[in-house]
């Protein structure tokens, strides 16, 4: 891809990403007003735990693709046929512990219908991670960001209609009806798509032939199982690094707090929106494809991907810190003042988190994906232990702190096996090639 599609690729799903972003926000905005702390953080914690049962249907499946495809270019549809098994035993599975999970933990009956319900946003976010794969391996950017816009869109513009015209319907429950709504349209499009996977309208682009024959062997479930469990895992441990805070302060201390929590949450997902699409949805299959055929170039974009993230991240922290006193009472109103110090202690994970999805990028890549995943696993243990420690004796500034410290060992963890295990090997081949 040449420097004027590239721009304009990353132009279109940063553009995409960002108004996605941005009507997000907006709800989550208006939301919070309407709904006020504590039932918003009864929302907020069901929603949390809905989007981290959620990486279980598929379990790896949708990031696998992008490592298959990019490594063995068009032979890669031989995994298509066990893969969508996979998907339909995974899912399945996935429901069922929502259920059991609703029923047997110690929730409000308000709390378990709403996650019964949120078992649509489960099927939602599951066809969301499938089509985008699949609009990736085909460069469909454009496409790409209209998927990520348009649930966001319906949801606000539904959630708004309501206020409008019965602004007294609206309650937690009432919202999450609106999510399971707004899933539907993405699950029968997402179904479209994946019809569409192992035909020949289906058009992978950056490979002209195959890596391997035709008389490849169909892999099978098991093998489809083994190959995904790593993005599997890692998907999961990322979301519990991300979120598990919001469900442990509603444990711990209450649906307010979860609330409160959320609001600063919810503005540090907009700061986390350029790392995720340079390189999650952009970079992601090209890099799986140049760290075999091209070590000159990945170990290229490691460096330069690695001094624009860590600036980036800076000056994002920076912001935030500076605005916090200010943005939060004038979107969410003065009910949510508490956020603020937690906003502002938050703000800290910004350029730790921008610097780990460069680093960390490099040990999805061939046969790294395992030390990733333990890595996440460490993290992510460390997290959910200094955050139910934490919180009990500091509530949401103990949650802070423990995501600030937990994002600082991910990312130390990162760099040190990144050189250790990656760019080691990297250099050793690059110097093979020259000699």
């Known amino acids: 891809m040449s420097i004027k599609k590239s721009f304009k ?3 279109s799903l940063w553009l995409g990403s960002l108004m996605a972003a941005l009507l997000a926000f907006i709800t989550q905005v208006i939301v919070a007003r309407i709904l006020g ?3 918003y953080g009864t929302l907020s914690s069901a929603l949390s735990a809905a989007t981290l049962i959620a990486p279980l249907a598929g379990f790896g499946i949708p ?5 298959i495809f990019g490594v063995e270019g068009h032979a890669g549809r031989r995994w298509i046929p066990a893969s969508f098994k996979f998907i339909k035993i995974s899912s399945t599975l996935t429901i069922i512990l929502l259920a059991a999970w609703a029923l047997i933990a110690p929730h409000t009956t308000e709390t378990r219908v709403i996650l019964f319900i949120l078992a649509f946003h489960v099927g939602h976010q599951l066809f969301i991670e499938l089509t985008s794969s699949k609009l990736q391996l085909e460069e469909r950017y454009q496409l790409l960001s209209l998927i990520q ?9 539904t959630i708004a ?5 019965s602004p007294s319907s609206l309650s937690a429950l009432t919202i999450a009806f609106v999510y399971a709504a707004v899933s539907i349209p993405t699950v029968i499009y997402g179904l479209l798509e994946m019809s569409r996977l192992n035909s020949e309208s289906f058009s992978l682009k950056g490979h002209t032939l195959p890596h391997t024959t035709d008389k490849s062997p169909q892999p099978t479930l098991a093998n489809v199982f083994f190959d995904s469990l790593p993005f599997g895992m890692a998907a999961t441990f990322h979301l519990i690094m991300f979120q598990v805070n919001i469900i442990l302060i509603s444990y711990i201390s209450g649906p307010r707090d979860a609330g409160i929590y959320n609001v600063a949450f ?9 790392p995720s699409v340079i390189y999650q949805k952009f970079l992601l299959p090209k890099i799986h494809r140049w760290s075999t055929h091209d070590k000159k170039k990945f170990q290229e974009v490691y460096r330069k991907g690695n001094l624009a993230m860590i600036l980036l991240g800076l000056l994002a922290m920076v912001c935030v810190l500076t605005l916090a006193p200010w943005a939060v009472p004038l979107l969410f109103g003065d009910k949510y003042l508490d956020a603020i110090p937690v906003l502002q202690i938050l703000s800290i994970c910004a350029p730790l988190r ?4 460069s680093v960390g990028v490099t040990l999805v890549t061939q046969e790294h994906m395992k030390i990733k995943v333990y890595l996440m696993g460490i993290a992510a243990t460390f997290n959910i232990i200094s955050s139910i420690i934490l919180i009990q004796y500091i509530s949401l500034t103990g949650a802070a702190l423990s995501t600030v410290l937990s994002d600082l060992l991910l990312l130390s963890l990162y760099y040190y096996f990144a050189q250790k295990k990656v760019f080691s090997q990297t250099r050793s081949n690059i110097a ?3 000699t």
């Open 432 to 434: 093979d090639q020259t």
């Open 37 to 39: 702390p504590g039932e």
């Open 149 to 157: 816009i348009i649930p966001h869109g319906l949801r606000l513009l």
């Open 161 to 165: 209609s309501l206020y409008l015209f």
């Open 63 to 67: 990031q696998l693709w992008l490592k």
């Open 266 to 274: 919810a503005i540090m997902t907009a700061v986390y929106l350029t």
């Open 9 to 11: 690729a990353l132009s």
């Open 354 to 357: 921008f610097l780990a999805s």
